[in-house]
Every structure is written in structure tokens, then in C-alpha cells.
């Protein structure tokens, strides 16, 4: 069974760093797209990060240039570096794992329908 388990949210000062780790079990984690995804109170779900089976990188306007996608796959863990963080950042962020083989173009990798496994989520406090 596929498990996705998040951590390294927390509170954090805007101009701050964070790095959010998930961690993958119950598949061959180099078979499967991920990505990052986060949900703000009141807001919908808006991806942020993904990282197809080939290695390639989508990330969205808003984070580009301050968030890097990265895997561990030695370690079956992904991460989420984020930097110079704003305010707006603030949400729960969710890993989440494509079915087993599929590669996501670009706006699939960014939109919550191409994925099939998800994790419990980790929240992130940006204070201004």
C-alpha cells in the first residue's frame, strides 16, 4: 500500500527558509511523478512542484526562483526546499504520487487529477 508521510512544516518568519521531506513506502519510488501541492484556509488546492519520472521540474509562477523540487531516491523521500517565504506562502502542503509508470506533461504535474496518492499534509506559518 502506498504511504506518503510528510514533515518539516512549521512557523516561520517571512524572508525564512524551510524544507519540507516526504517519505515514500509500499512502492518503487522511482516508477512514480510526484508533487507538491498546498491548500490555504479557504482556497482551493494549487500546485506548486512537481518532478516527472524523467527528472524534469514544473513549478508554479509564485514560487519560481524561491521553491526547488528534489528526491532522494536512495532514500524514497522528496523534498520541498523553500526560500525566501512570503506571507502568501502560508497553507498545508501536501506530497502527492502519480499511478505507477505515468509521466504528467506540464499542466497535468500542476493539477490535483494526475495524482493518485496523497499524504496527511504538513502546514506552514508564514508570519509577516
Known amino acids: 500500500q502506498v504511504q506518503l508521510v510528510e514533515s518539516g512544516g512549521g512557523s516561520v518568519q517571512a524572508g525564512g527558509s524551510l524544507r519540507l521531506s516526504c517519505a515514500a513506502s509500499?512502492?518503487?519510488?522511482?516508477?512514480?511523478?510526484m508533487g507538491w501541492f498546498r491548500q490555504a484556509r479557504g482556497k482551493e488546492y494549487e500546485g506548486v512542484a512537481a518532478?516527472?519520472?524523467?527528472?524534469?521540474?514544473n513549478y508554479a509562477d509564485s514560487v519560481k526562483g524561491r521553491f526547488t523540487i528534489s528526491q532522494d531516491k536512495a532514500k524514497n523521500t522528496l523534498y520541498l526546499q523553500m526560500n525566501s517565504l512570503k506571507f502568501e506562502d502560508t497553507a498545508m502542503y501536501y506530497c502527492?504520487?502519480?499511478?505507477?509508470?505515468?509521466?504528467?506533461?506540464?499542466?497535468?504535474?500542476?493539477?490535483?487529477?494526475?495524482?493518485?496518492?496523497w499524504g496527511q499534509g504538513t502546514r506552514v506559518t508564514v508570519s509577516s
Open positions: 518532478i516527472d519520472i524523467d527528472g524534469s521540474t
Open positions: 502527492a504520487a502519480a499511478s505507477p509508470g505515468r509521466s504528467l506533461t506540464a499542466i497535468q504535474a500542476l493539477g490535483v487529477e494526475g495524482y493518485r496518492y
Open positions: 509500499g512502492y518503487t519510488y522511482s516508477s512514480y511523478s
